[in-house]
């Protein structure tokens, strides 16, 4: 495949990867930091390029709901936002984890709680892996780390929804969302047609052909114990993608007495911390999760046998970290350090979080 | 007797719409959905619209609609019918999408997603079925109860200081500009229903023209929730819904009707 090389924000990786990718409609509502995503699909005009739908609701609760509305008609469709923004598309999410919809979230987190702030952060991580909305489900989770990943990822997100026909969520930050660096774009893939939709969705409400009954796009079933074999069904889903769909990223880890453990944006701060450790002699190395839900559970419980600590570095009051806890099982001290609320850790306090937290203690 | 013989096509002078399932209706006998169900049903069917039609079904008593209505159909979560029909009815722009929702549903959680897909125009159907109460949870107050009803939540009536007016939600769609089509019918009696089916025949021919927003208000009633018999659920409805909710087309063709 042809490619391009541009320069462009994360933002606009998304919104660019969105065209590119054959997605059918965007749903959204501005927020910052993430309102690139919208600015730039306005100013590209997919629809006359591709015939991809752009609309701006009147909220992100409309939002959502659009999404739900075109996933159930069995079309590829987004929406992205930002953590207040996210808030309150969480009822559209267990709805959509509920009906089984595939489609793609972006999340572009800034500092909270409530209103908080504008900048990066990374305290939306509960929210999204939890499940933020109510009833057993999860989202499958990918945390780009450069503006490329916010444009492979696109690709890659619509891969999996469709796969296991389940929402996935894009968990970004203020500062890959903002952050302007090179990246590579593919050639147009083109959209879907509806002979295809009815072949790769026949569960979907395209129009009722005479020769099938009526497909019902529903999260509602009025006798319990057929929704808790819907529930059985689902957990079998993630179950499934915990054995199957688990990626990560491992920086210097082979000879690593000291792991960071650190996604997105703060894996690229750790790095760095990585490469100020080593010129002091200290031998750590950095593990990324990619996939946040599935969490890479099995290669922390395989380090947490190996190395003398592990770090969880996060812009948030700990979130992540307790994730670590469990796979690690304690086998090693574990610890977190994190800067939260829209601040972003340097290097330097990474790396002396290490010294203060493990080695020393 | 019975004749057999008589079952011959050239004989046939009416049959229930096949767009309707078989499946039995859990709606309580006297109430209007029913009917309403079976006009929107019989227009789909006269248009040959089947395989176009989408279903946006709400939360409330018709939150089963979906199993009625034999068209592809989604659920909606509470009052977001309106928003899930925007973005089926953009992405499949020939089709057919309709929204069916009652009084709690479009005009009080979902009074936002409602205001917003009618300005914009969007090329949907709405039906909105206004019975003043909200059924399904066991006759709770709604947006439309009127003054001085009784309701679950409003056991002493409803106080205007206490709880507010009742909203006339279609007389402030009527003033948007995207709405095209704005009536407001019931379904009571034989007359009324013939009024109704031929408003939501038009609503869906505008559909079919790309004309913008149709709008079917059908003030209907609500036996159990208002404690009345069917026929004195009617008589109630006449006597005071009606007046507050006066019948007929407040917008057509995009042009407001004057009074």
Redesign the interface.
């Given at each position: 495949m042809a490619k391009e090389l541009k320069l462009m924000k994360g933002n606009e990786a998304i919104a660019e990867a969105a065209i590119r990718s054959g997605c059918?409609?965007y749903?959204g509502y501005p927020i910052t930091p993430q309102s690139e995503v919208m600015e730039h699909l306005m100013a590209e005009k997919p629809w006359e390029k591709t015939g991809m739908?752009v609309?701006q609701?009147?909220?992100e609760?409309?939002?959502i709901?659009?999404?739900?509305?075109?996933a159930?008609?069995g079309?590829k469709?987004m929406t992205s936002s930002s953590s207040p923004g996210v808030s309150l598309m969480q009822?559209?999410m267990t709805?959509l984890a509920g009906?089984e919809l595939p489609c793609l979230l972006v999340n572009v987190v800034r500092g909270g709680p409530g209103l908080g702030t504008i900048q990066p952060s990374q305290a939306d991580y509960f929210q999204t892996v939890k499940g933020g909305g109510h009833g057993d489900y999860r989202l499958f989770t990918l945390a780009p780390a450069t503006v490329q990943e916010m444009y492979d990822f696109v690709f890659l997100g619509w891969e999996m929804a469709f796969k296991y026909r389940n929402p996935v969520m894009i968990l970004s930050d203020g500062a890959i969302g903002q952050v302007m660096e090179k990246l590579y774009v593919t050639d147009y893939t083109p959209r879907w047609t509806?002979e295809e939709i009815a072949e790769k969705c026949p569960w979907?409400?395209?129009?009722?052909?005479?020769t099938r009954k009526?497909?019902?796009?529903?999260?509602?079933e009025l006798e319990a114990p057929k929704q808790e074999e819907h529930n059985h069904k689902l957990q079998a889903k993630y179950a499934k993608m915990e054995e199957d769909e688990v990626r990560y990223e491992m920086v210097n880890c082979e000879d690593a007495e000291y792991v960071f453990v650190a996604y997105g944006s703060s894996a690229r701060i750790a790095e760095k911390a990585v490469q100020l450790g080593r010129e002091k002699g200290i031998k750590v190395g950095l593990l990324r999760p990619i996939t946040l839900f599935p969490f890479p559970k099995k290669i922390i419980a395989e380090l947490s046998t190996k190395v003398k600590g592990l770090l969880a570095v996060e812009m948030s009051a700990g979130q992540m970290v307790e994730d670590v806890r469990l796979a690690a099982q304690f086998r090693c001290p574990i610890e977190h350090f994190g800067r939260f609320g829209g601040v972003i850790p340097t290097p330097h306090e990474v790396l002396e979080a290490l010294e203060e937290k493990i080695i020393k203690a | 007797m019975f004749n057999p013989d008589i079952i011959k096509p050239e004989n046939l002078v009416y049959k229930r719409t096949s767009v309707l399932?078989d499946n039995v209706m859990h709606y309580c006998p006297g109430c209007g959905h029913g009917t309403i169900h079976r006009l929107i049903a019989e227009v789909i069917e006269e248009m040959g619209i089947?395989?176009?039609?989408?279903c946006?079904?709400p939360v409330g008593c018709s939150?089963?609609a979906?199993?009625y209505?034999?068209?592809?159909?989604?659920?909606?979560?509470h009052g977001?019918a309106p928003?899930?029909?925007?973005?089926?009815q953009?992405?499949?722009p020939d089709?057919h999408t309709f929204t069916y929702q009652g009084d709690g549903d479009l005009a009080a959680i979902g009074t936002?997603?409602t205001i917003?897909a009618c300005n914009r125009g969007e090329n949907i159907v709405m039906i909105f079925v206004n019975n003043g109460i909200y059924g399904m949870t066991g006759g709770q107050m709604a947006p439309t109860t009127l003054i001085g009803m009784k309701t679950a939540t409003s056991p002493y009536g409803r106080d205007v200081a206490l709880n507010g007016h009742p909203l006339k939600i279609t007389e402030l769609l009527a003033d948007l500009p995207g709405t095209y089509y704005v009536t407001r019918q019931s379904v009571q009696n034989a007359a009324s229903v013939r009024k109704a089916k031929k408003a939501i025949r038009q609503a869906f021919e505008n559909q079919k023209a790309k004309k913008g927003t149709s709008f079917v208000e059908v003030v209907s009633n609500c036996n159990s929730g208002w404690k009345m018999t069917p026929v004195a659920a009617n008589k109630w409805m006449e006597e005071n819904m009606f007046p507050f909710y006066p019948l007929g087309d407040m917008k057509v063709d995009g042009q407001k009707v004057s009074k």
């Open positions: 059918d409609g749903f739908v609309l609701a009147e909220s609760t409309a939002s709901n659009m999404v739900y509305g075109g159930g008609a079309k469709v009822e559209g709805y009906a509806n979907s409400t395209y129009g009722k052909p005479s009526h497909n019902i796009i529903t999260s509602l | 399932t089947q395989e176009k039609a989408i946006v079904a939150v089963l979906y199993n209505f034999d068209v592809d159909s989604q659920g909606a979560a977001r928003a899930i029909a925007t973005a089926i953009r992405l499949y089709n936002a997603e917003h």
